[in-house]
């Protein structure tokens, strides 16, 4: 899109030569002989920029401005002056002028200070944009998103949240598997019960029995008191159950008959009790895939597949990616009692290039740091340890620990996640730690699966 530019100069002549020069140049311009006329052609929309003249029969160009002010004083407002208005020029530049230039000046001086300010409004526009949609956007948190594939999503969530049908979601970690499967629970006439979560692969094989169906006293050694299971307290509500592809084999044998008889034997008697529930299960693999379902039973797969709901990752959706970082850190500014920072060029260049391997929990923690002040400078770019100085060996034992960091980041500080992803025992890593001076709870996650 053409940016628009009002021009403002009683010199017919040199308005005619600069107009002409900002057109050749790309832009838009409308040129006008009185300060006057451009005031009717600005609002808080105005994707453009203002460049007037100072010295004009009327309203001048400092009076302009300063009605522009009162307007919007986000639109960027170039002054040109004469030698002997530059003190006046810098002193409105206090003042929140965006530049001034004074005559005589190069063709090129204009177009690149126009550039500039139509830069800086076009960033003003889409943050006010990103903060609105964020803002309409809360109740679908982190659903948030305006493409077709989000907005399919959200029908798709709509329409099936109120039956009772099992739901299967796939997606990668971070994406946000657990605010779907809230999303169910809070859509539906279960709300009133509860949403009870299980993360399959955070449990060993000999407590995840007793976690899911409860036990009674004594049914096996340490079980002094009777324990309500998670598939029990569940009843009238949603079971939403993680990483389904880490859970044991015996238990999904279990599983397997609580989905198909609606009952549970709490271990410790021969006692079957009766189960209300709808189960949301989710998986960071493809379970349909013989290769990445392994062992997890085929016949499960299929009983909880009545409806499968896919998670696409944020590298998918990039035209999301500003509208979500803009929530996160407005979220993050009200907790952090401090100011939501804009979307700078630097940061909206972070978020385009970068591949955000954690998702939504990723891009979370980046908003948070951003809010923060943490982020590097541009001016002042951080050096990569291969560029530090050092002998070969602790050039190496910086970059582990900055990869050690990066994972734990992109993980929210998930330590199966992380191991998993650096492919290294689960010794080693805490040994690492340790060595390099990590602390892991700096990277725990505090959004959604």
């Given amino acids: 899109m053409t940016t628009p530019v009002l021009l403002i100069d009683d010199d017919r002549q040199l308005l005619r030569a600069t107009a002409q020069t900002l057109e050749l140049a790309g832009?838009?311009?409308?040129?006008?002989?009185a300060a006057s006329e451009a005031l009717g052609m600005l609002d808080r929309d105005f994707a453009g920029v203002v460049v007037s003249d100072i010295r004009m029969p009327g309203m001048d160009g400092l009076q302009l401005f300063e009605r522009i002010q009162a307007l919007d004083a986000e639109i960027p407002v170039i002054l040109v002056t004469g030698h002997g208005d530059i003190p006046t020029a810098v002193k409105a530049i206090?003042?929140?002028?965006?530049?001034?230039?004074?005559?005589?000046?190069?063709a090129e001086r204009l177009i690149q200070c126009v550039r500039r300010a139509a830069e800086k409004r076009g960033l003003v526009l889409e943050n006010r944009r990103l903060r609105e949609a964020a803002r309409q956007a809360e109740d679908d948190f982190p659903l948030i998103g305006q493409t077709p594939v989000m907005d399919r999503l959200r029908q798709t969530l709509r329409q099936i949240a109120d039956t009772d049908v099992d739901v299967l979601v796939t997606g990668e970690t971070g994406s946000g598997k657990e605010v779907v499967a809230r999303l169910l629970h809070g859509w539906s006439r279960r709300a009133k019960g509860h949403f009870v979560a299980l993360n399959c692969g955070a449990l060993p094989e000999q407590v995840i029995e007793s976690e899911l169906f409860g036990h009674e006293p004594g049914a096996f050694t340490g079980a002094q008191?009777?324990?309500?299971?998670?598939?029990?307290?569940?009843?009238?509500?949603?079971?939403?159950?993680?990483?389904?592809?880490?859970?044991?084999?015996?238990t999904q044998i279990q599983m397997l008959r609580v989905l198909e008889l609606r009952e549970v034997t709490p271990l410790g008697t021969n006692e079957v009790r009766p189960v209300d529930i709808?189960?949301?299960?989710?998986?960071?693999?493809?379970?349909?895939?013989p290769a990445q379902r392994k062992t997890f039973r085929e016949d499960l797969y299929?009983?909880?597949?009545?409806?499968?709901?896919?998670?696409?990752?944020?590298?998918?959706?990039?035209?999301?990616?500003?509208?979500?970082?803009?929530?996160?850190?407005?979220?993050?500014?009200?907790?952090?009692?401090?100011?939501?920072?804009?979307?700078?060029?630097?940061?909206?260049?972070?978020?385009?290039?970068?591949?955000?391997?954690?998702?939504?929990?990723?891009?979370?923690?980046?908003?948070?740091?951003?809010?923060?002040?943490?982020?590097?400078?541009?001016?002042?770019?951080?050096?990569?340890v291969a560029d530090a100085g050092g002998t070969l060996p602790e050039r190496l034992e910086r970059l582990e620990a900055e990869i050690i960091r990066d994972t734990l980041s992109a993980h929210g500080g998930d330590v199966q996640e992380t191991i998993a992803a650096l492919g290294i025992p689960r010794k080693t890593f805490y040994d690492k730690l340790q060595r390099h001076g990590i602390v892991r709870r700096e990277f725990s996650a505090k959004g959604e699966s």
């Fill in 94 to 106: 206090q003042d929140g002028v965006y530049d001034f230039i004074a005559k005589p000046f190069p």
């Fill in 302 to 384: 299929y009983r909880l597949n009545v409806v499968s709901l896919a998670i696409p990752p944020l590298r998918e959706r990039r035209e999301d990616i500003p509208l979500l970082f803009s929530y996160f850190a407005e979220r993050a500014a009200r907790r952090f009692q401090r100011a939501a920072p804009g979307l700078s060029a630097e940061i909206l260049r972070h978020l385009r290039e970068h591949d955000w391997p954690g998702n939504v929990r990723e891009l979370s923690h980046f908003a948070e740091r951003a809010v923060l002040g943490l982020m590097p400078s541009a001016a002042t770019p951080v050096p990569s």
């Fill in 278 to 289: 709808r189960i949301v299960a989710a998986a960071k693999v493809d379970l349909a895939d």
């Fill in 225 to 250: 008191k009777k324990r309500i299971g998670r598939i029990e307290h569940s009843s009238g509500g949603t079971l939403f159950l993680d990483e389904l592809e880490s859970m044991p084999l015996s």
């Fill in 27 to 33: 832009f838009d311009v409308s040129p006008l002989g």
